[in-house]
């Protein structure tokens, strides 16, 4: 069986989930300038974010940290992973027609749920309208989840991680196709890009089933039926599921707060959006390589590479997401501003977004970190610990966003997810000693973590002396060429920092990019 390059296939994940996530930002810069912070935008965001939240529940949080691990040790092991991918790809097919109809019926109840503040206005109505329109895409893109884990289980990371550009090109022409039609009123921008999420989904699934026919494995719809081993995976995902159900309360906790606010809920999907392109490129490329190496390494008995996987991909990740956590704290405002403000997006939206990123910023490395600690507990199908620390995290997100909205406002929402990512990352790090040697934390990894942290520090001086020097020029930090500069200065005084100082050596990320290529 074809073994997983692990630094090959983050970086082969990190980079088409970067071009996603830039035209992510494309789709979020057309949104911004023609929609604004408005009554359609939230609506809007409200409604993409519904599909999108049990698609997290489903899919990535409860079905594939439980599928993952054992399909991955059936490759290894040569136990008939076919018939088992098969058997799952009915069953959550069954399961999710089933939900979606129901949500659909219950549409006013799930906007409710996650924006009590939009009840009484617009906003509610065209929530539900569109919310409708989206729902069925937790199915396609379930679907497509699963099949990416099939693919990424046996070391094919290309077209899973390519599925994603699709949902956004799809948006950015949606928008293009609109204005070339003459529509320009907000609510016929709104539906068309809600009738665009289904038709997306449509697409990444038929990508992504392609590429695992071509794989070996051909799944197809036929008539559920559960089988002892469906049984045992229902039983290692419910905890998983219980997990993902609480870390979406956080983020209905969030948007419950921001929904009282006029503007927040767009304020902090901005922000999610951006501090989301490192965690993406970093964070969730490590995760989607990390689990299935990892499950297979523990299925050979292979300690001593368990270990070596999980300090190298630790490593890789503070490399590069510490510097963008630093980078996101310093100069949110010229990054909100080059990106967002035209059109309806104004100048005061700016400052409030920028706040968020800044918030968002400090909690970044937490996130990543958390991607790289879960494996530890999913690769042995350890599903319960991740579950009661995320019920304590989810209390202390509460007590944060409700508690201080009142005094603190929209931006008690970020401060709560912020808060709750370090003290996750708290728990499962401790939760990891009873592991063994193959979730220790080596001396190479303690030496450069440290010295990371001093060429952060190095590059935020720089990009703050910039910002300084640029005020008074032509090309303030605010304009495309002054970000630019600032963002390329950042880049060679952290990389020429960290290399002079030893905490990383840039013949390590060239080796592993030719390995991905």
């Known amino acids: 069986m074809k073994p997983i390059r692990l630094m090959a296939g983050f970086f082969t994940v990190g980079l088409w989930t970067f071009l996603s996530r830039i035209f ?27 599909p999108n939240l049990f698609r997290r529940f489903f899919a990535e ?3 594939n940290m439980a599928f993952v691990p054992m399909f991955s040790k059936k490759v290894e092991g040569g136990d008939d992973p076919h018939r088992f991918a098969q058997d799952a790809f009915v069953g959550l097919g069954f399961v999710l027609t089933v939900f979606s109809v129901v949500g659909i019926i219950f549409m006013p109840l799930l906007v ?44 094919r990371f290309m077209a899973a991680a390519a599925a994603p550009v699709l949902l956004n090109v799809i948006f950015v022409v949606t928008i293009g196709i609109t204005f070339m039609g003459g529509s320009t009123e907000p609510s016929e921008i709104g539906s068309a ?25 051909p799944l197809k719809f036929a008539r559920p039926r559960m089988t002892p081993e469906l049984k045992h995976l229902a039983i290692i995902a419910l905890p998983a599921a219980l997990a993902g159900g609480v870390v ?11 929904s009282f606010f006029d503007g927040a809920v767009a304020w902090l999907s901005y922000a999610d959006r951006l501090y989301q392109l490192p965690l993406g490129v970093v964070g969730i490329a490590i995760g989607v390589v990390l689990l299935p190496h990892l499950s297979r390494r523990l299925q050979a008995g292979d300690t001593a590479g368990s270990r070596d996987a999980f300090n190298r991909a630790t490593e890789v990740s503070l490399a590069l997401t510490i510097p963008a956590s630093f980078a996101l704290i310093v100069i949110p405002v010229p990054l909100i501003s080059v990106l967002f403000e035209r059109g309806a997006f104004t100048a005061e939206d700016t400052q409030a977004t920028a706040l968020a990123v800044a918030i968002y910023g400090l909690g970044l490395p937490a996130f990543v970190l958390q991607k790289t600690l879960q494996p530890l507990f999913f690769a042995r199908e350890d599903t319960k610990r991740p579950f009661h620390y995320a019920l304590i995290a989810m209390v202390l997100n509460a007590a944060l966003a ?12 970020a401060v709560g997810t912020s808060a709750t990512g370090w003290a996750m990352v708290a728990l499962l790090w401790r939760g990891s000693r009873g592991m063994g040697e193959a979730a220790m934390v080596g001396a190479r990894l303690k030496r450069r973590t440290g010295l990371i942290i001093v060429a ?6 720089v990009l703050f002396g910039l910002t300084l020097a640029l ?35 840039l013949s390590e990320f060239r080796s592993a990019m030719r390995r991905s290529a």
């Open 456 to 461: 952060s520090v190095g590059m935020s001086a």
């Open 112 to 155: 409710t749920a996650m924006a009590s503040g939009f009840r009484g206005d617009e906003r509610f109505d065209l929530a539900v309208l569109y919310g409708r329109i989206a729902f069925p895409y937790i199915l396609f893109i379930s679907l497509a989840a699963l099949l990416s884990g099939v693919l990424n289980a046996v070391g």
């Open 24 to 50: 992510g930002f494309a789709r979020d810069i057309l949104i911004a300038a023609t929609l604004g912070t408005g009554p359609v935008a939230e609506a809007f965001l409200i409604a993409f974010s519904l």
């Open 61 to 63: 949080g409860a079905f």
């Open 193 to 217: 890009l809600a009738y665009a999420v289904p038709v997306a989904g449509i697409a990444q699934l038929a990508l992504v089933w392609v590429a695992a026919k071509r794989a070996g494995y």
């Open 402 to 413: 409700i508690g201080l909205a009142p005094v603190i406002g929209y931006i008690a929402a």
């Open 248 to 258: 979406q309360i956080n983020l209905l906790v969030g948007r419950q707060v921001a």
């Open 471 to 505: 005020a008074n020029s032509a090309y303030t930090a605010s304009t495309v060429l002054g970000l630019t500069i600032l963002i390329a200065s950042g880049i060679i005084s952290y990389f020429g920092i960290g290399q002079l100082i030893g905490a990383f050596k």
